[in-house]
């Protein structure tokens, strides 16, 4: 009887396993759904970075086919011929379907004779706010901002925008041939310190604002 026992208490436990993982596959599934169905909604608006990050999203979720597909699709359209032809050639790796291989064979037919095509050279402008910050390309420095149609080599860069008092901005560029890439940028203020001293010392300091915050006893300094 004991032995029978332990039978059914492992299967119950077996049971609720299979039960608690298939739960949280389908809650994946469903957000994979969410995120795809926002990608396909900014896509539509030819938000082309934002349809991006919503299907990688989902890719992550559920690493569907399907999903690759749509990802190079974004990526043709977007003009990024590159990053195209390797979603593609992904997508290829991962169906057996000779309707759907032939389709995305096509595609990449096409998609290297562009690339064999394009220029080697595109164009890249920056304006920021407020003006004269300084540019820098893979850290050379190109100028201070605004900065008008500077030529650059074909792909991607490191981009650096910085200013004296304000954050310094560093971010991913994409230099497409033949193209001008358009930034624009409104630069963020960089917090300064505030200290207090009171005469006699010791008095109990409170800033208010949105939610007021205690900073003790002076002498003390908070962020502005």
């Given at each position: 009887m004991k032995r029978s026992s332990k039978i059914?208490?492992?299967s119950v436990m077996a049971v609720s396993m299979l039960l608690c993982g298939s739960v949280l596959a389908?809650?994946?599934?469903?957000?994979?759904?969410?995120?795809?169905?926002?990608?396909?909604?900014f896509y539509k608006q030819k938000q082309y970075d934002l349809a991006l990050r919503e299907l990688m999203e989902a890719y992550k979720l559920d690493p569907n086919p399907v999903l690759v597909f749509n990802i190079a699709r974004v990526h043709e359209d977007k003009g990024d011929n590159?990053?195209?032809?390797?979603?593609?050639?992904?997508?290829?790796m991962m169906v057996k379907s000779r309707r759907k291989r032939a389709k995305a064979r096509k595609k990449l037919k096409k998609l290297k004779r562009l690339l064999k095509n394009q220029p080697k050279m595109g164009f890249l402008s920056i304006r920021t706010s407020p003006p004269g910050a300084v540019v820098r390309v893979d850290g050379q420095?190109?100028?201070k901002s605004p900065i008008s149609a500077r030529q650059l080599s074909m792909?991607?860069?490191?981009?650096?925008?910085?200013?004296s008092n304000f954050e310094t901005h560093r971010a991913q560029l994409l230099i497409m041939g033949g193209q001008t890439t358009q930034?624009?940028?409104?630069?963020?203020?960089?917090?300064?310190?505030?200290?207090?001293?009171?005469?006699?010392p010791d008095a109990t300091v409170t800033v208010f604002g949105?939610?007021?915050?205690?900073?003790?006893?002076?002498?003390?300094?908070f962020q502005a």
């Amino acid at each position: 009887m004991k032995r029978s026992s332990k039978i059914v208490i492992l299967s119950v436990m077996a049971v609720s396993m299979l039960l608690c993982g298939s739960v949280l596959a389908q809650d994946k599934l469903q957000r994979a759904r969410q995120h795809y169905q926002r990608g396909t909604e900014f896509y539509k608006q030819k938000q082309y970075d934002l349809a991006l990050r919503e299907l990688m999203e989902a890719y992550k979720l559920d690493p569907n086919p399907v999903l690759v597909f749509n990802i190079a699709r974004v990526h043709e359209d977007k003009g990024d011929n590159h990053n195209a032809v390797k979603y593609y050639e992904s997508y290829l790796m991962m169906v057996k379907s000779r309707r759907k291989r032939a389709k995305a064979r096509k595609k990449l037919k096409k998609l290297k004779r562009l690339l064999k095509n394009q220029p080697k050279m595109g164009f890249l402008s920056i304006r920021t706010s407020p003006p004269g910050a300084v540019v820098r390309v893979d850290g050379q420095d190109i100028g201070k901002s605004p900065i008008s149609a500077r030529q650059l080599s074909m792909g991607r860069h490191d981009l650096e925008i910085s200013l004296s008092n304000f954050e310094t901005h560093r971010a991913q560029l994409l230099i497409m041939g033949g193209q001008t890439t358009q930034i624009d940028f409104q630069l963020r203020e960089m917090p300064g310190t505030i200290f207090i001293s009171t005469t006699p010392p010791d008095a109990t300091v409170t800033v208010f604002g949105a939610q007021p915050r205690s900073l003790g006893k002076c002498p003390c300094s908070f962020q502005a």
